[in-house]
């Protein structure tokens, strides 16, 4: 890795058919497995709202991963928005919002 911290943090927000489908879990297992930080939850709306960071490289991956999700969600549309501030440590499951 070159220049800079090469760490990326990003909010995401999942459209399609991803709740009641084990998005939440299947994202903290693959976060897992990529050693990204952040949360995954529920939105009131039908959608699924997160928030990434790691290396950059891990966190692409993710959102890659994200835009086919487990095998029962149908994605839609993958959001992306770009975040600052102190990277989270370790992964969650937050209630929905």
């Known amino acids: 890795m070159s220049g800079g911290s ?5 909010r995401v927000r ?11 879990f299947w994202t903290e297992e693959v976060a897992g497995e990529l050693g990204v930080a952040g949360w995954v939850r529920n939105r009131r709306d039908g ?12 966190v692409a991956e993710m959102l890659e991963r994200c835009r ?9 549309c993958v959001t992306v928005l770009e975040e600052g501030g102190a990277a989270p440590s370790g992964f969650d499951v937050l209630p929905t919002a």
Not at 14 to 24: H, M, S, T
Not at 68 to 76: C, L, N, S, T
């Open 6 to 10: 090469g760490v990326r943090t990003v």
């Open 14 to 24: 999942i459209e399609g058919r991803v709740q009641g489908v084990g998005y939440r």
């Open 47 to 58: 959608s699924v709202e997160a928030l990434f960071s790691g290396a950059a490289e891990s």
């Open 68 to 76: 086919d999700g487990p095998p029962a969600a149908e994605v839609a």
